[in-house]
């Protein structure tokens, strides 16, 4: 049975992953309001707290970072796994989680970027080094060039979860004391596994970083431009990595594919 119970958790991990807790909080607090038409465009958190307030978009933020702690406790429960000895298994509802999110069959399979649920999870299993390596973030909220900091924090989220990776990594090979504490020992059962942490952050990385290339206006346009889909995704992809030109969605439709980013250079100069 516990082979048939496993394809039924995955689809459960899809379908909760959908929950658009964004677009529900945000037109709870302003009735009306679609995000896939507002602001970013994006249903996440961060477009809820531009449009809707901050304490919508914190709300959206819990629900949404909730979304797949509650799929692990589902999974803890159902299956009878346990954080010590089963990471592994349990990690991979997490693909599904944000997938669903991602790609919510309740929204026509227009989503987010997953990041929140991905949050989530760093925090859940790696709570003291989740906080350190999100502090450098905390600062862009000060910056005075609202957009250069968003293009800037970013880039740092990108590399958050090799770093958080390389951690777990270092954690499983040494007994580093406090800074290994996470949610999981309130439950007596402390990770063991940190090398499925490790893996998972990379595979966290991953999907983030292509949900959103595949989000971004520009390869839309570039596509419609005649280029090829894997020609433009990899130009967007770089484009992505560099701080100046990540935050640029909206390239003008008349200039060829790559035109725009030296046309930023020229205006700069």
């Not at 990770?191 to 490790?198: D, G, T, Y």
């Amino acid at each position: 049975m516990q082979s048939l119970h496993y394809p039924v958790l995955l689809v459960a991990a899809y379908l909760i992953g959908s929950i658009p807790f964004s677009q529900i909080i945000a037109a709870l607090f302003r009735p009306g309001i679609r995000l896939r038409e507002t602001g970013s465009e994006n249903i996440g958190a961060t477009n809820v707290f531009v449009n809707a307030g901050p304490l919508a978009g914190f709300i959206a933020l819990l629900l949404d970072m909730g979304k797949g702690i509650f799929v692990l406790f589902l999974a803890r429960a159902w299956m009878s796994w346990s954080f010590s000895e089963d990471l592994w298994q349990i990690l991979s509802l997490s693909v599904f989680v944000i997938l669903g999110h991602d790609y919510p069959v309740f929204t026509g399979f227009k989503g987010g970027k997953g990041l929140a649920a991905m949050e989530g999870f760093l925090l859940f299993f790696g709570t003291a080094w989740a906080v350190l390596v999100h502090l450098p973030q905390a600062q862009f909220l000060f910056h005075k060039d609202r957009r250069r900091a968003m293009a800037l924090a970013n880039v740092l989220v990108l590399l958050m979860f090799p770093l958080m990776s390389l951690l777990w990594h270092i954690e499983s090979l040494t007994d580093i004391g406090w800074l290994g504490w996470d949610f999981t020992r309130l439950f007596g059962e402390p990770v063991l596994q940190h090398e499925a942490l490790s893996v998972f952050s990379l595979i966290w990385m991953l999907m983030f970083f292509m949900q959103r290339v595949l989000d971004t206006p520009g390869l839309r346009e570039d596509v419609k431009k005649g280029v090829s889909f894997p020609r433009a995704f990899f130009i967007r992809g770089l484009f992505e990595l560099f701080p100046l030109e990540s935050d640029y969605r909206r390239p003008d439709p008349r200039m060829p594919m790559g035109e725009e980013a030296l046309f930023r250079k020229k205006e700069k100069e």
